[in-house]
């Protein structure tokens, strides 16, 4: 009766450590790849560049330095640009993919789409850089039929750093989009319709409320994902534009100012917080 009564009270005990033992390595992985990381970059964001104490100096001359303020505000400048065009031009892309291609074809399709994603990051963004350069397919289509006398200057500029962002974080805001328009069930366009709505009443109302979740998680990852990109706006903006991304790895590579870099990386996360917490009610995708 011992025996049995022994097994009895280790059972549960062994149901609870279940959990915890499967949990372990990815708590065990955060720790060592995130957490510690991340206290020592705290750490080190305290302290002055040549030594000493702890000090407040490296955040408080962010605030203080226009050319480190201006950094920032083109980073979120150029990031709010690309979320909205990407934004634009996804949400059709995965609508016609949802709702106008057969389901037979729709596997083949999203393939397609993201052909984009097996390529180097790199190498996409040289091939733009390719594209818009003076000497590029686009400024020889233009001089070859007269549009324009002397080749534009596409390159080297805000507009060939948006221009690459928007190619990537398209296939992924319409793959997030589409996953949200396969959930919809057609019986709310059904309803709406036997209501009376046209189709432009029924989109607004009912179609677009209930894909916004959709939307805001693609585009809130293409708001994390552009904010700290460093390849696209060093290769396609020439170092003619400061952002964040280009100042941290500034800090590190000509001045080793590691504090500073650390500083200025934390308020870029701090930034990246701040647009979760006003995006979380919309970050999940439910099946409607």
């Not at 549960?12 to 033992?21: D, E, M, S, T, V």
């Not at 709310?188 to 432009?200: H, M, Q, T």
């Not at 903006?237 to 941290?248: F, S």
């Amino acid at each position: 009766m011992n025996s049995v009564g022994n097994i009895g009270r280790a059972l549960p005990r062994a149901g609870r450590a279940l959990p915890w033992a499967l949990v372990t390595p990815a708590l065990g992985w955060t720790l060592l790849f995130f957490v510690l990381p991340f206290t020592a970059m705290g750490l080190s964001s305290l302290t002055a560049h040549d030594g000493g104490g702890f000090t407040a100096s490296n955040y408080s001359e962010f605030f203080t330095n226009p050319s480190y303020w201006q950094a920032m505000v083109n980073s979120l400048e150029v990031t709010a640009i690309v979320t909205v065009v990407s934004v634009l031009l996804a949400y059709p892309f995965a609508w016609i993919l949802a709702e106008q291609v057969p389901e037979r074809w729709q596997r083949l399709a999203l393939m397609l789409a993201v052909l984009p994603f097996w390529t180097s990051y790199v190498v996409r963004s040289y091939s733009w850089l390719l594209v818009l350069a003076q000497n590029g397919v686009i400024n020889r289509a233009l001089t070859g039929i007269g549009v324009v006398a002397e080749p534009l200057q596409l390159a080297n500029t805000r507009f060939a750093t948006v221009t690459g962002f928007v190619h990537f974080f398209v296939m992924l805001l319409t793959l997030t989009i589409f996953a949200n328009l396969k959930q919809l069930s057609p019986s709310y366009r059904k309803a709406a319709a036997d209501l009376g709505a046209g189709p432009v009443r029924t989109f607004l109302h009912v179609v677009l409320p209930l894909t916004l979740p959709g939307i805001m998680v693609g585009a809130f990852l293409t708001f994390v994902l552009c904010i700290g990109d460093y390849i696209t706006p060093q290769i396609l903006g020439g170092n003619n534009e400061l952002l964040m991304p280009q100042l941290v790895m500034m800090q590190i590579g000509r001045r080793g100012d590691f504090p500073l870099a650390s500083a200025l990386s934390i308020i870029l996360m701090a930034v990246v917080t701040i647009a979760y917490l006003a995006c979380a009610r919309w970050l999940k995708i439910e099946r409607a």
